[in-house]
């Protein structure tokens, strides 16, 4: 059976796909930020053995902070996919008061 797509369920979709590529994004850039730090720190033990300590201390703190933003990121693409979905709720308009309606009579 073949169903009409609203444009409201279109718009939807569409913002399930990008939050899905959005998260594909943050894991490969952090991926990527990562394996550079390790590699440069790999190259560096090899060329100064003695400053290995330094070089490992350095490349993990960097490291951590990258994960961190990178699950940040998820989290914030979470929200949205979380978000997607709810429509604003309306307001009653404010009604007129009793003393201003007895008022007028």
Same mark, same amino acid.
């Given at each position: 059976?073949?169903?009409?797509?609203? +444009?409201?369920?279109?718009?939807?979709?569409?913002?399930?796909? #990008?939050?899905?590529?959005?998260?594909?994004?943050? %894991?490969?850039?952090?991926?990527? #930020?990562?394996?550079?730090?390790?590699? #440069?720190?790999?190259?560096?033990?090899?060329?100064?053995?003695?400053?290995?300590?330094?070089?490992?201390?350095?490349?993990?703190?960097?490291?951590?902070?990258?994960?961190?933003?990178?699950?940040?990121?998820?989290? %914030?693409?979470?929200?949205? %996919?979380?978000?997607?979905?709810?429509?604003?709720?309306?307001?009653?308009?404010?009604?007129?008061?009793?003393?201003?309606? +007895?008022?007028?009579?």
């Amino acid at each position: 059976m073949t169903e009409i797509i609203t +444009s409201q369920q279109f718009f939807l979709g569409l913002g399930y796909l #990008a939050a899905g590529l959005g998260a594909g994004i943050v %894991v490969y850039a952090a991926t990527g #930020a990562i394996a550079k730090i390790v590699s #440069a720190a790999v190259e560096g033990t090899a060329r100064q053995p003695e400053a290995a300590n330094a070089i490992r201390s350095n490349m993990q703190l960097n490291v951590f902070l990258i994960e961190g933003l990178g699950v940040v990121g998820l989290l %914030v693409l979470i929200m949205i %996919v979380l978000n997607l979905g709810l429509k604003a709720v309306p307001t009653p308009a404010a009604a007129p008061s009793t003393a201003a309606v +007895s008022a007028s009579h």
